[in-house]
Structure formats: structure tokens, C-alpha cells
């Protein structure tokens, strides 16, 4: 009778320990599916967020391009007009851009990169009607074509490390069921060894300790 309840005891606990890792594997399998999700997301808005960019460098140069050829053509005022105008139009585009950029960025942790682009929209805006200006404004949009290319680049290496390693609930579950196989190992060795216990060591013997005993020691 006192053997059949330690099997009785170590059966109810392996049930109720299965019931609960039953129940952390289902808890943690939404969330990774859940949290598989928004890296998925994750990655369009990276993807996205590339071609913003390119497009937004494309359309500031185009617009530089024509503002140049504008200040060339200054002796035939159709021409210089034309280009005025081809000027506008990739300038309204690329304000379209950044704007779009920005929508995508967080106002805080991104306040350097907004600045930047900022400054990018007043510079490329910026008119210009004489070539020796145009030079040094030229080299300006250059510098700061560098810088949007530099600081996008720290934002897109930043997220594709998120994407890599996952979102924080999805790493956080990944630890919490490492260990619970780790427990439920240990906890199923130690189980064994109880229920083993005396046919490992045959002359020791398991005494339990009942309230009948105790009188009897009394």
C-alpha cells in the first residue's frame, strides 16, 4: 500500500506538469505565430522603405538636373522654362517621397533623420539663377545626398537585425521553452530515480512516515 502511493503521487504530477507544458506550448505557439507576423511586416516596410528612398534621391536629382539646365538655357526662355517646369514636377515628387518616408519613421528615435530630410526638401527647393550659385548649391545637395544615404542605411541595418533575431516576445518564449524542456528532462530523470529507487538499491528500504507510525514511536 505505502509503495502504490509514491506512483500514485509521482502519476498525478506527471499529469498536472504535462497539463501545464501543454498549456505553454499553445500560449507560445500563438505568440510565435503572432510575432512571425509582424517581422513579416517588418520586412515589406524595410523593402518599402528602400524603394522611398531610391526614389526620393532619384527625383531630387532629376529636379537639381533640370534646375541646372534651366540657368544654361537662360538665353532661350522656352527651354529654360521647360526645364523650370520638369524642375517642379520632379520636386513635387520627391516632397511626395519624404513625406511618405517620414509616415514610416518614429518621431522620436528618428528626429535626426526627419532634420535631415527636412533640410534636403529646403535645399533642393531652394531657387537658383545664377551658374556660380548653382556650383556651390550643387555641391550642397551632394553632401546631403550622402548623409540621407548614410542615415537610411543605419535604419535598414538596424531593423533587418530586429527581423533576424525576431521580435522581443518571440525571443522571450524561445528562452522560457529552452528551459522548460531543460525542466521537464530533469523533473522526468528525478521522477524515474523515485519510482526506481528500489530496485536500484534493493536492501535500502523507502519508510513512510504516517500518522499511524508516529503514535507508534510515541
Known sequence: MSADVPVAVIGAVAVVTASIIGLIVAVA????????????????WINEFKIDIALALKHAFTS?????????????????????????????EFELKVILIKLKLNPEKDKRFISTLNSALELVGKSVNHEKKYTTHFKDVSKIYKLIESESHSILK????????????YRNFKYLGKFCIGAFIVAFYVLLILVKF?????????????????RSVM
Open 29 to 44: 505557439t500563438a505568440t510565435i505565430a503572432k510575432e512571425q507576423k509582424i517581422s513579416e511586416f517588418r520586412q515589406a
Open 64 to 92: 537639381s538636373f533640370h534646375k541646372s539646365q534651366a540657368i544654361k538655357q537662360k538665353l532661350d526662355l522656352d527651354k529654360a522654362n521647360e526645364h523650370i517646369e520638369l524642375s517642379n514636377d520632379a520636386f513635387a
Open 198 to 214: 528500489p530496485s536500484y538499491f534493493p536492501g535500502v528500504e523507502v519508510i513512510a512516515l504516517t500518522a499511524d507510525s508516529l
Open 158 to 169: 538596424s531593423e533587418w537585425e530586429r527581423v533576424k533575431l525576431g521580435e522581443r516576445r
